[in-house]
């Protein structure tokens, strides 16, 4: 490949042409020819934003019998999932609708909207998806938004000939404020609500001046001017070229002061123009100024001085805001802030922080208390794309989420549940006795749920050094994180609670508890292979049970007669989980009202979808045909060919079906075969 190829691939797709859309310019007159044309593009801030990410689209999906919306914005789809943000749809879902009800002007508009939640838990994220989602919505032709040039000027003010209005305004704002009405009747006649067109807000102080200026020099031909002063552009949004994005973050008090919001004195153009107060000697480059007509992101807004929050009360409330030596200048922007829980707290205990809370919508976005969204975020980072030379074996993602998971859920208060067992029922697995107003009453007694706990940061980092140091030779597996997780805890600068850590460790020990019995599982029904074979037993119990509660009888389906319930069969499978035959009944009737509860619902049983059932029958087809392999043999220095190639096949079946690699499948035989030696396979192994 040559370079004029390479050229050609950047130039292929119309460049110069987008440029020249992109760069567009035109008379007044024109522009407000648009208008009429397309009242879209004199939106304002909170209109734009919103409109911007109801054009990727939603999906609704019902949750714990509420109506979730999932906004596909919030996937990343400018970038392939880049900045995905998991697990947080009822969040963003508020997050979605303040922003809307700023769009109708019905309050939140002149609101502070912040984001506050625990390190790690995507706040920035979020907003950098909205400054990059607004960047690419003013590129496209639905996003289009305009602004203007002073020209001409030289002659008649002696200044420099042209000067762009630094604040980006919409040139809607040169028609006079006593002329505004009438042009709105006109433009919104017949025009529905949600579309028609609204001027808020006055010139800038540069534009204003020279305005004036011009106004007097004309002697009050507003058409002069617009005529033959004015250049209509379209601008594209951008935080790189400071143009309707901006952000701010607290730094040295000694060396940051609130001129960096609003502007300061050019002292250059003092000796030019004889006065500070002149607005031609003045810079209006703050923050707020070049965010006009977009967002404005304040990190952790709650640690600036009390300065800059004075700044932020106006701009939010009034949507003015006050250079020095200079009156109020009106603003169009939405600010977001985000916020950690120490900071949020200092602002409820501060009385003289009233104001800024009562201008502040807070939109908590906490920790992702489920497992199959967390386990999403490391699958993002660490997957055979990102990590081509070394395997991550099964469930090592899926277990250090589950840790970070369970340190984030707080202790259930019913006797009976377990925190592995809550971790379970949020990820959508069930046990007999919990409904679904069952899961919404854990969620709604837990209210600080999410604001503690591991950061997905740590999780990142652990995942990362265990990919580094690669003590698995080419396969890193669960115990190896796990491990890492663990002895990363001692030097965590976040942690320094000893309970609190030893809490932790006490979980990860929980965890891999459970990976023993999930790849034990996994051997086993490798070994057994059939998930079809399940199934159908799965199907054989359920008429057996169904029988049994009925007092019925069942059709042989090989002699046609009508025989009793099988009870070794349904004994066989219940003893499995340890179902005494003083509680045989009780089971059977919960198995019964629980595919009854799903029927109504419009649901069918699924036995997957019950971990303790499928437990069950897994077991149970193991005991029927794991006679045709001894694991215990795996630990054994010799193997006979026949064992040896049963083996195999099982490994096989390991690679093929689960995802493993030759390493982690030989260490996954051997670890369930010491388990199996050791007696503790969780149904003894026949000798």
């Keep these: 490949m040559n370079a004029e190829k390479l050229i050609d691939i950047v130039t292929k797709e119309g460049l110069r042409e987008k440029h020249e859309e992109l760069h567009w310019t035109g008379s007044f007159s024109e522009y407000l020819d648009m208008v009429v044309e397309k009242p879209e593009i004199a939106r304002t801030a909170f209109q734009r934003l919103y409109d911007m990410i109801s054009s990727y689209g939603y999906e609704t999906y019902v949750e714990y019998k509420k109506k979730i919306t999932h906004w596909k914005f919030f996937d990343d789809p400018m970038e392939n999932g880049r900045d995905a943000v998991f697990g947080l749809d009822v969040h963003l879902q508020k997050l979605v609708n303040v922003i809307k009800a700023g769009a109708y002007q019905y309050g939140p508009e002149k609101r502070v909207i912040l984001l506050h939640g625990p390190v790690g838990s995507a706040k920035s994220t979020i907003a950098r998806l909205l400054k990059k989602g607004l960047e690419l919505y003013s590129q496209s032709p639905q996003g289009a938004l305009y602004s203007y040039d002073w020209t001409n000027l030289k002659e008649i003010l002696d200044m420099d000939d042209t000067l762009p209005c630094p604040m980006h305004e919409d040139p809607l704002h040169l028609i006079p404020e006593s002329r505004r009405n009438a042009v709105l009747e006109s433009l919104n006649k017949n025009r529905e609500r949600s579309r028609q067109v609204r001027i808020e ?20 031909d507003w058409a002069s001017i617009v005529a033959n002063h004015v250049k209509v552009k379209r601008i594209v949004l951008s935080e790189k070229d400071r143009i309707g994005i901006g952000t701010f973050q607290p730094k040295d008090e000694k060396n940051q002061d609130s001129t960096e919001l609003t502007g300061d004195i050019n002292y250059r153009k003092i000796a030019i123009y004889g006065s500070d107060s002149d607005p031609r000697a003045f810079n209006f480059d703050g923050e707020f100024n070049i965010a006009n007509r977009g967002m404005i992101e304040f990190v952790e807004v709650l640690k600036l001085d009390v300065a800059f929050l004075y700044d932020l009360l106006t701009a939010s409330q009034e949507h003015k805001i006050k250079p020095k030596k200079f009156a109020q200048t009106d603003i169009d922007l939405v600010i977001i802030g985000h916020t950690n829980e120490p900071e949020y707290r200092k602002l409820q205990n501060n009385e003289f922080m009233e104001a800024l809370r009562d201008r502040t919508v807070k939109i908590d976005i906490p920790y992702i208390t489920k497992l199959k969204q967390e386990t999403r975020i490391y699958q993002k980072d660490f997957n055979p794309r990102t990590v081509p030379n070394i395997h991550i074996a099964p469930h090592t ?133 059939d998930e079809s074979a399940i199934e159908k037993l799965c199907g054989n119990y359920i008429d057996n049970v169904k029988a049994y509660i009925q007092k019925e009888k069942i059709k042989n389906q090989y002699t046609g007669a009508d025989d009793e319930p099988d009870e070794r069969l349904m004994r066989s499978i219940e003893e499995k989980i340890e179902i005494s035959e003083s509680r045989k009944d009780d089971f059977r009737r919960e198995i019964m009202n629980y595919i009854g509860a799903l029927a109504l619902d419009g649901k069918s049983f699924d036995f997957r979808t019950n971990e303790r059932l499928h437990k069950a029958l897994e077991l149970k087809l193991f005991e029927d045909q794991k006679d045709t392999i001894k694991l215990t043999t795996l630990v054994s220095t010799v193997v006979d060919k026949e064992t040896q190639a049963k083996i195999d096949v099982v490994k096989n079946r390991l690679i093929k079906n689960y995802g493993y690699c030759e390493i982690c499948a030989n260490d996954a035989l051997s670890f369930v075969a010491s388990i199996f030696a050791r007696g503790d396979s969780g149904t003894q192994e026949k000798k």
Aim: a neutral charge.
């Design 201 to 220: 807000g006055g010139l800038c102080p540069p534009s204003r001046y020279i305005f004036n200026a011009l106004l007097e020099h004309y002697r009050g």
């Design 397 to 529: 993602l899926e277990m250090a989420s589950m840790w970070a998971v369970l340190t984030r859920l707080e202790e259930p208060k019913k006797a009976n549940l377990t925190l592995l067992q809550k971790l379970k029922l949020y990820n959508g697995k069930t046990f007999q006795h919990f409904t679904e107003d069952n899961i919404k009453e854990l969620r709604k007694e837990a209210v600080k749920e999410g604001l503690d706990g591991i950061s997905p940061r740590y999780i990142q980092d652990k995942i990362s050094n265990s990919l580094i140091i690669d003590k698995g030779n080419g396969c890193i597996n669960p115990f190896i994180v796990l491990n890492e997780l663990g002895s990363g805890l001692k030097g965590h600068s976040l942690l320094n609670n000893e309970e609190v850590r030893k809490h932790y460790l006490e979980l990860l020990s929980e965890v891999k508890r459970e990976y023993e019995d999930i790849v034990k599982h996994e051997v086993q029904r490798a070994i057994s292979a």
